[in-house]
């Protein structure tokens, strides 16, 4: 049986600017790293130099979309003074993937601020969403003409919840009902990592995600404004909850869906042309199996990323998957995990979800934000050392899936 997937299909694979370009040091998490909060992410894969071969890699590996982030600090690295160097790097990043017929899905914020920016409050401040808006403003004058979907905020509820509920993540403020079990990622010096805990910071949490909606929107009305065109969305992180048949478990698992996907989707969708996907958890109450677990110590369920679909369908729009993928140091479950995951979407697609592509995290391995470089995500091996490049064997059983288009059993 083949499982074929609708023309114009997006296959591909992502990466996030601080991750992968290297030398970015006057943004949040590079002044943490100093601090000695989290690791140094320093040179990383030097994406930043060697994107034209890094793209001549996801050619060859058969992708014909590929997800990246532009650096906001790169952009404005003084508040209100733009950097016209930096965008004509991203012109000529998007540029390179034009030329390989692969298409840009591009991310315009992707977890990283500004130093200028979060040194003085960041998304706490009340003008928050204004200066968010007059850099989306100054990048889609610039690159409009050049792109086709854009994301204006990656997992807005992850990154409230990592930098002010759980602390791990700059500003690294902790909600005190969190426990000192989960507390922390980050392996290194304890106590300089150690987060600033408050019962207040469980109120200013909600204040940021206020804020981040509100930067949504005016970025969305800023891109309508200046490139029409422009497929628009906002990337959300869905959990796929479910339950056994017992009545506190069903509703523990509704209560969960509203507060980690819906609280966030229902105020964004209509300020929305689609919506980005990112999945990594499926979460059951009662008569839950025992799963293998990824490097992250998460449980191995890639076919939930059906339910997450689900989730989302509803809303009516189209959907792109912007992230899915594993830690897998040695590669010996990536092949399968991409496979049932791309059934899974297969059979949402046949329920009638509009899923226009699918991007795998990571295209090649990078820094794992507080957990440094020892998380594997990457279809591409990189040895840190001398930054070689080398495809796994998963890479190939995802280039089969793209050169058919889909699945054939």
């Known amino acids: 049986m083949k499982k074929t997937f609708p023309n114009g299909f997006y296959w591909g694979a992502a990466s ?6 290297g030398g970015i040091e006057n943004n949040d998490w590079a002044k943490a790293a100093r601090e000695g909060r989290v690791p140094v992410c320093g040179i990383t894969c030097d ?24 650096e906001w600090a790169r952009i404005e690295p003084e508040e209100g003074k733009f950097n016209q160097e930096a965008i004509e790097h991203y012109r000529s990043v998007l540029q390179a993937l034009r030329v390989r017929n692969i298409t840009p899905l591009v991310t315009l914020w992707h977890f990283t601020l500004p130093l200028w920016f979060s040194e003085r409050g960041g998304f706490e401040r009340k003008d928050a969403p204004e200066i968010f808006a007059r850099y ?8 409009g003409s050049q792109l086709v979907v854009v994301s204006t905020i990656n997992e807005p509820v992850v990154y409230a919840g990592l930098g002010w509920l759980k602390g791990n993540w700059p500003p690294f403020k902790q909600f005190n009902f969190v426990t000192e079990l989960n507390q922390l990622t980050y392996s290194g010096d304890r106590e300089k990592a150690r987060p600033n805990r408050s019962f207040w910071n469980a109120f200013v949490y909600f204040k940021v995600l206020h804020n981040l909606v509100k930067a949504h929107k005016k970025a969305y009305r800023m891109i309508k404004k200046h490139a029409p065109h422009i497929d628009v969305n906002i990337v959300h992180h869905v959990v796929a909850y479910d339950a056994n048949h017992e009545f506190k478990n069903r509703l523990r698992a509704k209560l969960q869906d509203w507060f980690v996907n819906r609280l966030l989707l229902r105020r964004v969708v209509r300020f929305s042309d689609s919506i ?15 799963y293998k677990k990824t490097d992250m110590g998460w449980e191995m369920v890639p076919e939930g990323i059906y339910q997450a679909l689900h989730v989302l369908k509803p809303y009516n729009l189209p959907i792109y998957i912007c992230e ?5 140091h040695d590669d010996s479950d990536r092949a ?10 297969w059979r949402a697609i046949q329920d009638g979800i509009d ?25 591409i091996a990189i040895d840190y050392d001398t930054l070689k490049r080398t495809p796994r064997p998963s890479a190939y059983v995802y280039k089969k899936i793209i050169e058919d288009n889909g699945l054939i059993e």
């Open 276 to 290: 980005g996907l990112n999945f990594y958890h499926y979460v059951k109450y009662g008569d839950r199996p025992s």
């Open 324 to 328: 899915a993928g594993l830690a897998d």
């Open 47 to 70: 994406h930043y130099h060697r994107y034209e071969s890094d793209f001549d890699l996801a050619k060859e590996l058969g992708h014909n979309a590929h997800r990246f982030s532009i």
């Open 336 to 345: 399968e995990y991409i496979t049932k995951q791309v059934e899974a979407t």
């Open 16 to 21: 996030a600017s601080y991750q992968v370009e």
């Open 136 to 143: 989306v403003e100054f990048v889609v004058k610039e690159l």
């Open 355 to 379: 899923v226009r592509g699918h991007i795998y995290w990571s295209l090649f391995d990078n820094y794992e934000w507080a957990l440094g470089f020892e998380k594997r995500f990457g279809l």
